[in-house]
């Protein structure tokens, strides 16, 4: 056995097929692939979370303004603020969708660990 035949056969218990442990899945970038889709799908929960944060309080500071035109029109821009924030949202989770097709890549979040 040749010295990077024994570097290859080193693997990681933990992370058995998931960080190329094999040969196949060491070329095909899988572990990077997770770790991008995970963060993806971690930054479009959040983002998600905040526009519906952000649409509740400005439904409240509507209810709340009292008939002042100032504080109506703030809400108003919120509420509109939002509605462009899902916007984009929703539109970077249609590009991410369209590289993955095109890609031809999964890009579904496994956790590494059980």
Do not use: C
Not at 20 to 42: M, N, V
Not at 64 to 80: F, H, Q, V, W, Y
Request: glycine content about 12%; cysteine-free.
């Amino acid at each position: 056995m040749t010295k990077i035949q024994q570097l290859a056969a080193i693997t990681n218990p933990i992370l058995k097929g998931k960080a190329g442990s094999d040969e196949i899945g060491a070329k095909s970038g899988s572990l990077f692939f997770q770790i991008i889709s995970g963060i993806l799908q971690f930054m479009m929960l959040l983002g998600a979370l905040l526009v519906l944060i952000n649409l509740i309080l400005a439904g409240i500071e509507w209810i709340g303004s009292g008939g002042d035109k100032g504080k109506l029109e703030t809400a108003r821009g919120r509420i509109t603020s939002s509605l462009i924030g899902l916007l984009v949202l929703s539109a970077s989770f249609a590009l991410w969708i369209l590289i993955k097709e095109f890609l031809g890549i999964e890009m579904t979040f496994k956790p590494l660990f059980p």
